[in-house]
């Protein structure tokens, strides 16, 4: 059993920046995935970032370029570095925990076994 620990959301203004910080319970860094996944107001949950205990990297394409997603096996911690923040960005972001993945389904959140609590990141114009 995996815990997750979401930290780091508020309030910015666009353009702006905010790192997130999700602390897993258990040893990750060899053998799970952890991606980030948000969900705004009356949508549906989607994909950020993800990263291979490999530390190969998935974005989406609305953030490529942006967020930067990594990883300190050592304290079992993933980070998720968000630069150049748009109103678009405003959400829950949650944080994930995936054992037995491929390339497709590492950016699928019903792959995912293990989920934090979320945090909440708010992008004003």
């Known amino acids: 059993q995996v815990q997750l620990v979401e930290s780091g959301g508020g309030l910015v203004q666009a353009g702006g920046s905010l790192r997130l910080s999700c602390a897993a319970s258990a040893r990750t860094g060899s053998t799970y995935a952890m991606g980030w996944f948000r969900q705004a107001p009356g949508k549906e949950r989607e994909f950020v970032a993800a990263i291979e205990w490999t530390s190969a990297t998935f974005y989406a394409d609305s953030v490529r370029g942006r967020f930067t997603i990594s990883r300190d096996s050592a304290k079992n911690t993933a980070y998720l570095q968000m630069n150049s923040l748009k109103p678009e960005d405003t959400a829950i972001y949650y944080c994930?925990?995936?054992?037995?993945?491929?390339?497709?389904?590492?950016?699928?959140?019903?792959?995912?076994?293990?989920w934090g609590q979320g945090t909440q990141v708010a992008v004003s114009s």
């Open positions: 994930a925990a995936v054992r037995e993945y491929s390339d497709v389904t590492i950016r699928m959140s019903q792959a995912y076994h293990y």
